[in-house]
């Protein structure tokens, strides 16, 4: 079968999407291509001046290190390393000296009469392996190596291949100058199977380039199709390097030390595979050979791969004693559009600050191994300050038995599940650990744990709201030692801390400080068979409920607009039929006067006290900002107090405005009102969903006519009460 057609289109060959930009001229590739190479043969005798240069110097360098070994000549010799021997990769020595590593140019390795491959339909492989070949000779003496790409478009196809001993990577001349075309299975980075695994690829360096993968074709699955792919890595570096269209891993690279990825950027991976389990992932780790795998990855980019933006996965197949592979690290990175943004398979401490994992199908998260397999899920990491919104679950937690993760200050919201789960056949280590998350606006709970078996999980000073059908927390299976502490859990369907199920233990929790408020099956629901209860205190808390009623009585404005006032430079509001948020009619206000007209668009005259919230869908032209703000009477409307929100930017579409208010215990009135910024005159302000209820919780919309509701009076203009589900 034919991998799914419903992903992100491929990029055309400058790395954009072809909706946004067209391709480049060939012809005018052709002819910058023909100029390259006039430049080429004069950089060329560059290169020879610059080589004679290199010689002298070296010779300072040799006088420079004699003069640093006479003034170490004091130094304890317990303190004193070996010398380092000048030209091997290795440079630690506190009297080494530490110099560039060499380049080279790639059209140096042409011979006479040879043309520089660069117009992207020739076979360029034979050029790149040669210099490869011939650089490699020079490591011995000069140390590792880089050669310079010029501009222009490379095709390969076939591998380029990397021995034992080659020390010697590839820099270009910009992402958008230099690219490299694999066809067929070609991998621009690969690993001949002679390598010697017990030693390194050292100091290699590949930056400022575009490996294009959309020539790659293969059988489905073909795990070896990549764009780079190579192993044993030590000191390396990958820097603005742009991987697009492969056919399995973009970046897939196994057993590193001490290894950066910065800038980097993958997208559209995975094109030749079907399932999601590990193939296709926009960068791709293999761990377990060595106790310290330090990979770092900053500022680097995923989207659209098929399994996983950034992939941590523990193989089975090493050459050494399986190891714990410590030393990982993301920092303000992005995974979008994927199946998963991160997946853990295997990791240990990876640390995750200030990065984004976004729409993504199934997780932004996912931490989960091979229990099958013997090998665990990702474990000891902490996950911080970071933005975790629109995927399927925010973090998904599976076979993760042998250790914990830490989530800390972290924006889980909006995502479609819940904002943390883990499966009823998923298995946790002991200590899971959130902390000063705001966990808001999820559709099915704030943090569910559906394992068998959660030990000493600490969940504190967390913001856990409306997160739709779910609980705010539940823990289904055996806990000991649960500590929730210090939280706010408010506005769900569901119970703010739930404990089902009466053939289960719960063993010395400590259940304290919480705000829980607004839940309507209650704040603490414990089923399960408990020691000790008294540690289950200290919190504040309302009775569950079991209908939330909106006061707003016409709400979509089926029946009419009396409600609705221009205040000013609007003109008298109207009813129009066609294209409403909810039923068939919506309030529309046409601006008549340039500048910030302003509307009321709702309002309540009853006995009002406490806190309100109040919510409207809205429509204006972009150009427009929406400015919401409620004015609130009390003392039979003789005070008054209005409260301002901040302009939101108009999206042209349909969308939620709402505000928190509070009313002294003889409050009268209040009035939802609506300005618009940056107003033109013939603009239109489009009202529909308008909603007052009680409490800080914004509620789905409520009206007669939507499930599990019901109109207190005339359809369509009296106040309407949603029953929530048992």
């Known amino acids: 079968m034919a991998p799914s057609s419903g992903r992100v289109p491929m990029l055309d060959t400058n790395g954009r999407f072809p909706d946004r930009f067209a391709p480049p001229s060939v012809a005018a590739d052709a002819a910058a291509a023909a100029t390259a190479r006039t430049g080429s043969e004069t950089a060329k005798t560059g290169a020879e001046t610059a080589r004679t ?57 042409l011979l006479s009469g040879e043309t520089l491959p660069d117009d992207g339909t020739t076979d360029s492989r034979w050029l790149f392996q040669r210099a490869l070949d011939q650089a490699a000779a020079l490591v011995p003496t000069d140390g590792p190596v880089t050669i310079r790409i010029p501009s222009g478009q490379f095709r390969i196809d076939s591998s380029v291949r990397w021995f034992t001993g080659y020390h010697v990577g590839f820099v270009g001349a910009g992402r958008g100058n230099t690219r490299i075309l694999p066809t067929g299975i070609a991998v621009f980075g690969l690993m001949d199977p002679s390598f010697d695994v017990a030693t390194f690829l050292d100091d290699l360096v590949f930056a400022d380039m575009t490996i294009d993968c959309s020539g790659q074709t293969s059988t489905l699955n073909q795990v070896g199709a990549k764009g780079i792919s190579l192993r044993y890595m030590r000191n390396g570096l990958f820097e603005r390097v742009r991987i697009i269209n492969s056919w399995a891993t973009s970046f897939g690279c196994d057993f590193l030390q001490d290894t950066s990825f910065i800038d980097c950027t ?18 791709g780790i293999g761990v377990g050979n060595f106790d310290r795998e330090t990979v770092s990855f900053v500022n680097c980019h995923a989207f659209s791969s098929h399994s996983a933006g950034f992939f941590i996965e523990r193989l089975t197949i090493i050459t050494a004693t399986p190891s714990a592979s410590r030393g990982f690290s993301m920092t303000g990175c992005t995974a979008a559009g994927g199946y998963n943004g991160l997946r853990d398979a295997g990791g ?57 993760y830490t989530f800390e200050n972290n924006e889980v919201n909006e995502n479609t599940g819940a904002g943390c789960a883990s499966t009823s056949a998923g298995q946790l280590g002991a200590g899971w650990r959130w902390l000063d998350n705001r966990i808001e606006r999820n559709g099915a709970g704030g943090i569910v744990l559906g394992s068998a078996l959660v030990a000493r999980p600490e969940i504190m000073r967390n913001v856990i709201r ?13 806990t000991f030692e649960p500590r929730i502490i210090d939280n706010v859990i408010q506005g769900h369907f569901g119970a703010g801390v739930s ?38 205190t200290g919190n504040r808390e309302t009775a569950s409920f079991t209908t939330v009623t909106n006061l707003f009585t016409t709400p979509s404005y089926e029946v009419d607009v009396n409600l609705v006032s221009a205040l000013s430079r609007f003109d008298a509001p109207v009813s129009v039929t066609g ?33 309100y919230t109040l919510s409207a869908w809205v429509r204006a032209d972009k150009a427009a900002i929406i400015r919401p703000h409620v004015v609130g009477y009390w003392a039979s409307n003789a005070s008054q107090r209005t409260w301002h929100k901040g302009g939101i930017r108009a999206t042209g579409a349909w969308q939620r405005v709402s505000l928190s208010v509070s009313l002294p215990a003889d409050g009268s009135r209040l009035d939802l009102n609506i300005a618009l910024d940056s107003a033109t005159v013939g603009m239109v302000l489009d009202v529909d969903g308008v909603m007052f209820t009680k409490g800080t919780t914004l509620w789905p919309y409520i009206d007669g006519n939507q499930p599990n509701c019901a109109w207190t009076g005339t359809v369509g203009g009296s106040t309407s009460v949603l029953t929530i589900p048992a």
């Open 348 to 404: 240990d401490g990876l640390l995750v600050t200030g990065c984004h994992f976004l729409n993504n199908t199934n997780a932004g998260v996912h931490i989960e191994g091979y229990s099958a397999e013997g090998r665990h899920g990702g474990r000891n990491g902490i996950i911080s300050q970071s933005v975790i919104r629109g995927n399927g679950v925010g973090i998904q937690i599976g076979n993760a038995a042998t250790g914990a």
């Open 53 to 109: 240069g290199a010689e002298t110097a070296r010779a300072g360098a040799e006088t420079a290190r004699t003069g640093a070994e006479a003034a170490l000549a004091g130094v304890p010799a317990a303190v004193q390393t070996e010398v380092t021997t000048p030209g091997t990769p290795t440079r630690t020595a506190l009297n080494a000296t530490y110099v560039g590593i060499r380049t080279v140019d790639l059209e140096s390795f």
């Open 266 to 283: 993958a997208i559209g991976s995975g094109r030749g595979v079907v399932g999601y389990d590990s193939f296709g992932a926009g960068f």
């Open 499 to 536: 404990f089902p199920d009466a053939t289960k233990f719960c063993t010395d929790p400590i259940i304290r400080g919480n705000v829980m408020t607004e839940n309507s099956k209650g704040s603490v629901v414990n089923l399960k068979v408990t020691n000790d209860s008294t540690l289950i």
């Open 579 to 611: 294209d409403a948020k909810y039923g068939t009619k919506f309030a529309r206000l046409t601006v008549n006067q340039a500048g910030s007209p302003s509307a009321r668009i709702g309002r309540t005259t009853t006995a009002l006290s406490g806190v």
């Open 466 to 478: 409306e997160n739709g059908t779910g609980d705010g927390i539940r823990i289904d299976g055996d």
